[in-house]
């Protein structure tokens, strides 16, 4: 298990994911980034998202799946906008497409449709669990066999076309930590550390573990 203490609110590019994005130079992942509720999941996605785009040595192509209500993207998308000064990430960030698959019924199959067009080397999924409640109703089964299929859809995109997925999940809907379908799944957990350690007391330094 690796540790690093990094800041995701901070959506500019900082030294705190360098290793991170030399992983992924390295070889395509399948990430299962957990947290709890406003620890900074999304804000890290943009930070993520933000540092590839910004990347001098490499030519991302990513696809940013939204599975919250629209309105938090475009709230994090002006942040974007307002906050990074990379001229390289600014313009490659234009052209990103972002997508709500659960929006107006959408069915989940499209998401095939748009994978196979803009053949993406990397995927972000953030708030995968966003549209679960706590309840047992029809409507929450119903989306939970949505969600597992787009779990799965997500493995076969892995194995298929090498694609590096990352995806963020609260800690209170669990997914095992196992294999699938032999894919390699790195899970990754956002913690405060002043929860853990009293001694770090930055604002909106998080501790990240990382599980492989």
Known sequence: MKEYIIKPIEIVVTNDIEKLIESFNLKSKFIVCAGKEKVGKTAFSYKLLNRILSDENKVWKPLFIGMDKPLVYEYWNDK????????????AFGSVPFVYPFVNEQPVEYLTTIIDKHKPSLIIVDG???L??????AEDKRLIIKLYFLYSLLMNVFVEHKTTIIITWRNNYNINRKQH??????????NRPEYLVEEITDYGAT???IIE
């Open 132 to 137: 679960l409640k706590i309840d047992e109703s």
């Open 80 to 91: 974007f906008r307002e906050k990074i000064d990379n001229k390289k990430a600014i313009e």
């Open 207 to 209: 501790l990240l573990k």
């Open 181 to 190: 379908k032999a894919v390699p799944i790195t899970y990754w957990e956002l």
């Open 128 to 130: 995968f669990d966003s």
